[in-house]
């Protein structure tokens, strides 16, 4: 019995099908064999199958399977090997749906039937999730639903504990096996059902899908301690990445490289920060708070040292709007009762640099308002000199070929040509300094 389990004590199939593909390697889903069975059947589906992939590639598996993957005869042959050990043939057994087998038990009716719906929306779920194409988020919530609800409910049928102890006593010619009791697989069903749980960070678009799926699972009691454990180990990874990046920021701020500072806690700490927060449900108070607190310090720290360093050098209206958004990061993160410092650190640098930040969203509205283009004065001011030249040049042509009256004529057509320029010109500044002065209007009453 010992090469069939690892140092921890749990059975080594366990360990094996742990993982996204939990259903994808059951040997029942591989070889399309009914979970009853044994002996002869699964010799002749075995020579069948070795026949049928000597002149093609793959097959599809159990045809009722969920499943959309071909295996290929290196995997058909590890799945029929699974049925040369009984304890790793009930694992598998337990892990996928029982139909219509005559599995020898006296079970009601709504055992099975709740056992196979759960594994057959787990499996649709799972295969979703991983595959490239995915389901319609609709379709997915039904389905994760329907796993965490069904499998819940099967294990917490009074009848299924005695149906696997039942199975053990039915394959105990396996001598292996006859040592082993139900409580030896019925107890780590809940942590291999929640094992893909972890893996599916690196499929799902965003962690919020991750924790919506989790919910489903961690409203039940056999699930949720396994599912809060697992969430500790993806908050504990994430926490690292953010320790080390405030770190580095902490140092820039020390050494006086305030926009590298900013730009770590800006892009990089606050980003990841929030990618953790749908997790905070189900982890332990204690460590949201301590990151929360860690993260709420590291920027209001560098907050104030902004606020200091420009009481010397004046902000830009850009560094003005950042320094206002990290504070009030830092007091939108930080513990609820540890936000006084931070709260009147925010005030202070609204009311110093709010101004500066409204100042530049109210201009560059008031510019777009007026019409005007950062190229606007060139271009009046180009047209000018095209006018001056082409003036000169025609006084001198008619000078020469015709006297000093078309000469005069010709110079004054200019002289009147720049006035008109001059005009629209000034024209133009005068509506922008107009809207200025509204914007400024606005302002001054905002503050």
Same mark, same amino acid.
């Given at each position: 019995?010992?090469?069939?389990?690892?140092?921890?004590?749990?059975?080594?199939?366990?360990?094996?099908?742990?993982?996204?593909?939990?259903?994808?390697?059951?040997?029942?889903?591989?070889?399309?064999?009914?979970?009853?069975?044994?002996?002869?059947?699964?010799?002749?589906?075995?020579?069948?199958?070795?026949?049928?992939?000597?002149?093609?590639?793959?097959?599809?598996?159990?045809?009722?399977?969920?499943?959309?993957?071909?295996?290929?005869?290196?995997?058909?042959?590890?799945?029929?090997?699974?049925?040369?050990? =009984?304890?790793?043939?009930?694992?598998?057994?337990?892990?996928?749906?029982?139909?219509?087998?005559?599995?020898?038990?006296?079970?009601?009716?709504?055992?099975?039937?709740?056992?196979?719906?759960?594994?057959?929306?787990?499996?649709?779920?799972?295969?979703?999730? $991983?595959?490239?194409?995915?389901?319609?988020?609709?379709?997915?919530?039904?389905?994760?639903?329907?796993?965490?609800?069904?499998?819940?409910?099967?294990?917490?049928?009074?009848?299924?504990?005695?149906?696997?102890?039942?199975?053990?006593? =039915?394959?105990?010619?396996?001598?292996?096996?006859?040592?082993? $009791?139900?409580?030896?697989?019925?107890?780590?069903?809940?942590?291999?059902?929640?094992?893909?749980?972890?893996?599916?960070?690196?499929?799902?678009?965003?962690?919020?899908?991750?924790?919506?799926?989790?919910?489903?699972?961690?409203?039940?009691?056999?699930?949720?301690?396994?599912?809060?454990?697992?969430?500790?180990?993806?908050?504990?990874?994430?926490?690292?990445?953010?320790?080390?990046?405030?770190?580095?920021?902490?140092?820039?701020?020390?050494?006086?490289?305030?926009?590298?500072?900013?730009?770590?806690?800006?892009?990089?700490?606050?980003?990841?920060?929030?990618?953790?927060?749908?997790?905070?449900?189900?982890?332990?108070?204690?460590?949201?708070?301590?990151?929360?607190?860690?993260?709420?310090?590291?920027?209001?720290?560098?907050?104030?040292?902004?606020?200091?360093?420009?009481?010397?050098?004046? =902000?830009?209206?850009?560094?003005?709007?950042?320094?206002?958004?990290?504070?009030?990061?830092?007091?939108?993160?930080?513990?609820?009762?540890?936000?006084?410092?931070?709260?009147?650190?925010?005030?202070?640098?609204?009311?110093?640099?709010?101004?500066?930040?409204?100042?530049?969203?109210?201009? =560059?509205?008031?510019?777009?308002?007026?019409?005007?283009?950062?190229?606007?004065?060139?271009?009046?001011?180009?047209?000018?000199?095209?006018?001056?030249?082409?003036?000169?040049?025609?006084?001198?042509?008619?000078?020469?070929?015709?006297?000093?009256?078309?000469?005069?004529?010709?110079?004054?057509?200019?002289?009147?040509?720049?006035?008109?320029?001059?005009?629209?010109?000034?024209?133009?500044?005068?509506?922008?300094?107009?809207?200025?002065?509204?914007?400024?209007?606005?302002?001054?009453?905002?503050?």
């Amino acid at each position: 019995m010992d090469e069939q389990r690892d140092r921890g004590g749990e059975l080594v199939r366990f360990t094996e099908l742990a993982g996204n593909r939990l259903y994808r390697n059951n040997a029942f889903a591989v070889t399309g064999l009914p979970a009853d069975a044994a002996g002869r059947s699964v010799r002749q589906q075995r020579q069948r199958l070795d026949a049928r992939l000597a002149v093609q590639k793959s097959w599809p598996g159990d045809p009722e399977s969920p499943l959309t993957v071909e295996y290929r005869v290196e995997e058909v042959r590890i799945a029929f090997d699974q049925f040369q050990d =009984a304890r790793r043939r009930l694992v598998d057994e337990l892990m996928w749906r029982w139909g219509d087998a005559d599995l020898g038990c006296d079970c009601p009716g709504d055992l099975h039937a709740t056992h196979d719906a759960a594994v057959l929306a787990h499996a649709e779920a799972l295969e979703g999730a $991983t595959a490239p194409t995915g389901l319609a988020d609709a379709r997915a919530r039904e389905l994760w639903a329907a796993a965490a609800d069904g499998w819940a409910a099967t294990l917490a049928h009074p009848s299924f504990r005695a149906h696997v102890g039942h199975r053990v006593d =039915a394959l105990a010619e396996d001598r292996r096996l006859a040592a082993l $009791t139900a409580d030896d697989f019925v107890d780590k069903l809940p942590a291999l059902l929640v094992s893909p749980l972890n893996e599916l960070a690196g499929f799902l678009e965003t962690r919020a899908e991750l924790a919506e799926i989790c919910a489903r699972f961690n409203r039940h009691a056999v699930f949720a301690p396994l599912v809060a454990e697992g969430f500790e180990r993806i908050v504990d990874e994430g926490s690292r990445a953010i320790n080390a990046t405030l770190r580095a920021a902490e140092e820039d701020r020390r050494e006086g490289r305030f926009s590298d500072a900013l730009d770590k806690l800006r892009v990089q700490v606050k980003p990841a920060y929030e990618e953790l927060e749908p997790y905070w449900p189900f982890v332990s108070d204690w460590r949201r708070e301590e990151l929360s607190h860690l993260v709420a310090v590291g920027m209001n720290n560098l907050a104030v040292a902004l606020l200091e360093h420009h009481r010397y050098q004046r =902000a830009s209206a850009q560094r003005s709007g950042y320094l206002i958004e990290l504070a009030e990061s830092a007091l939108r993160i930080t513990p609820t009762d540890q936000g006084g410092t931070i709260a009147e650190n925010l005030r202070v640098i609204r009311q110093l640099h709010g101004h500066a930040a409204r100042r530049r969203t109210n201009l =560059a509205g008031a510019d777009t308002a007026a019409g005007a283009t950062p190229q606007e004065g060139t271009l009046w001011g180009c047209l000018a000199f095209l006018v001056i030249l082409l003036g000169i040049i025609g006084v001198i042509v008619a000078g020469v070929s015709s006297g000093f009256v078309p000469a005069l004529l010709t110079g004054l057509g200019t002289l009147t040509a720049l006035g008109l320029i001059g005009t629209f010109s000034e024209a133009g500044r005068a509506r922008r300094e107009a809207a200025r002065q509204q914007a400024a209007g606005h302002q001054g009453g905002n503050g």
